[in-house]
């Protein structure tokens, strides 16, 4: 902590990343990379997960690749028995994973509504239950939860998944207070409006795009490459004191109304 150039410095660590062969989650394994961590690429489906690893392979990374739904119970504790058998530690856990089902609702079936809760709450929490016993064993570890502003800001047509993502703010809360004493520190990040692949026909509509310049105080889109300053900072040395906490990444969308 006191050279400066080794504040957001991972070299030696090892990072898993969830759903990480494309979106923001991608972008967060690129940039983690670049600050010296070892890469564990993750998909449902295992040879996107082994494409994408070699990607950042080919481009100088060093990356690793785990293909599971995260779903799967006992898949995913084989997984992470893999992970302590071939690293022998894991030192940041970054939960991206997610999935997203606008619909009202009523509209919402009853098993679309248990998919997206398992999915983005109870599975995130057993992923960070297992990398938590790995991490302790280092009394050392840094979980990052990729949340929303959609846990704070409802739209019509959306219900389940504000749900969720600020059920995970909750959890970051609960990690933190929990596992504090062992070394973990837990934050989240609440992304707003990316261009990600996932939003590209939004934002080429004209009324989406009118709607941003109103309500973003910096009257665009982010860049999905903005997502890993933040990424990097609570994954690093430097947010050592910052524990439980929030960080809303969305250009002031969340503070305007």
Not at 30 to 48: C, F, M, T
């Amino acid at each position: 902590m006191n050279d400066v150039n080794n504040l957001f410095s991972l070299a030696g660590q090892v990072a898993l990343i969830t759903g990480s062969t494309q979106g923001l989650g991608y972008q967060i394994a690129q940039g983690l990379g670049k600050a010296g961590a070892r890469i564990i690429v993750h998909s449902r489906n295992e040879d996107k997960a082994r494409e994408t690893a070699q990607t950042l392979i080919n481009t100088g990374f060093d990356a690793g690749w785990v293909g599971f739904d995260i779903n799967d119970q006992k898949k995913c504790e084989a997984v992470f028995s893999d992970i302590k058998q071939q690293y022998g530690r894991l030192d940041i856990l970054v939960n991206n994973a997610s999935i997203r089902n606008r619909k009202t609702l009523s509209d919402l079936s009853p098993l679309e509504l248990e998919e997206i809760v398992q999915t983005n709450i109870l599975a995130n929490i057993r992923i960070s239950r297992h990398a938590i016993e790995l991490m302790k064993t280092h009394h050392y570890g840094r979980i990052v939860t990729i949340s929303s502003i959609a846990g704070q800001l409802i739209r019509f047509g959306d219900f389940a998944y504000p749900i969720t993502k600020q059920a995970l703010n909750t959890m970051t809360r609960a990690i933190a207070v929990e596992f504090g004493r062992d070394g973990i520190i837990s934050n989240a990040i609440a992304p707003g409006t990316f261009a990600t692949e996932f939003n590209e026909k939004l934002t080429q509509e004209t009324r989406n795009i009118a709607k941003m310049q109103e309500r973003n105080p910096l009257q665009r889109w982010g860049n999905p490459m903005e997502i890993i300053g933040p990424a990097l900072f609570l994954s690093s040395p430097a947010a050592s004191y910052v524990n439980g906490q929030t960080l809303a990444v969305d250009g002031g969308f969340s503070i305007t109304f």
